[in-house]
């Protein structure tokens, strides 16, 4: 077949333009879905550390509280991000709405929200119950509930203590105040919050491994015990408020 010469370069040319069109309009396509998947999948965040890494030392040291909100905190975040990404109306509602009505989620779903959005809601309330030069006796309306229900602060300490400690594997311990108003102290496995049981959390220890294992190996008590030398009794009092 005879190809004129006009004809061949015009083949010739249109080729490696179509190529070039359908190239970018393929990137222009691809970068728009890929800032819609970005948009959507960080509806929750990372809350900044409201201190230094290094403010609870020598209670909990510099390199923990780093591997333990840059880390493991984030992989909570992400992942909550992740379950939720083909469920936009759940991404509208806040991980304390999520984790209290896990029953309504759909099915496949809801482990990954157990897991993820109770570790997120359990850690942003741990930072924000520590602060730098913290702990001594506690002061306003949660001197009273301690008072009240456990009839010395140092009762308190050992019963709570001996709780986190006694929690086998992986959880946390908790000072919750139930449906019926009343205050106890509780454990919970893994990252699940005392609000998936219609319980408020006023304060609570995280009492996984990576909360102390760099520092104290093995040893659990002695972390528990070290810890309220962290407490921000003024942040555990909001709650409090927050919990009637």
């Keep these: 077949m005879h190809v ?10 249109a080729a490696p333009l179509a190529a070039t069109l359908i190239t970018k309009t393929s990137f222009a396509v691809a970068g728009h879905q890929a800032a819609a998947q970005t948009t959507a999948s960080t509806a929750f965040t990372l809350p900044p550390l409201p201190y230094d890494y290094a403010a609870l030392e020598p209670h909990i040291d510099r390199m923990t509280m780093m591997l333990h909100h840059d880390k493991h905190h984030q992989t909570y975040v992400t992942n909550l991000n992740t379950a939720t990404i083909k469920n936009p109306n759940l991404q509208k509602q806040t991980p304390e709405q999520l984790i209290r009505n896990l029953s309504a989620l759909p099915q496949d779903i809801r482990t990954p929200v157990q897991n993820n959005g109770g570790g ?3 850690h942003t309330m741990f930072w924000r119950i520590m602060k730098p030069a ?4 506690p002061n306003g309306a949660i001197a009273d509930v301690i008072k009240t229900n456990f009839n010395t602060f140092a009762n308190f300490k050992e019963k709570f ?8 594997g992986s959880g946390w311990v908790w000072l919750v105040r139930n449906p019926q108003g009343k205050f106890e ?18 304060l609570g220890n995280d009492v996984w491994e990576h909360a102390y294992y760099l520092k104290y190996n093995n040893r659990r008590a002695e972390y528990l015990s070290a810890w309220w030398n962290t407490v921000n009794w003024d942040e555990i009092n909001t709650r409090l408020r927050a919990a009637k």
């Design 120 to 122: 997120h809601v359990n």
């Design 185 to 202: 102290l509780t454990t919970t496995a893994n990252q699940d919050n005392p609000l998936m049981e219609n319980m408020y959390p006023i």
């Design 161 to 168: 203590n001996d709780a986190g400690t006694k929690r086998f």
């Design 134 to 137: 913290g702990g001594g006796e």
């Design 4 to 13: 004129s010469k006009r004809n061949f370069l015009r083949t010739a040319f």
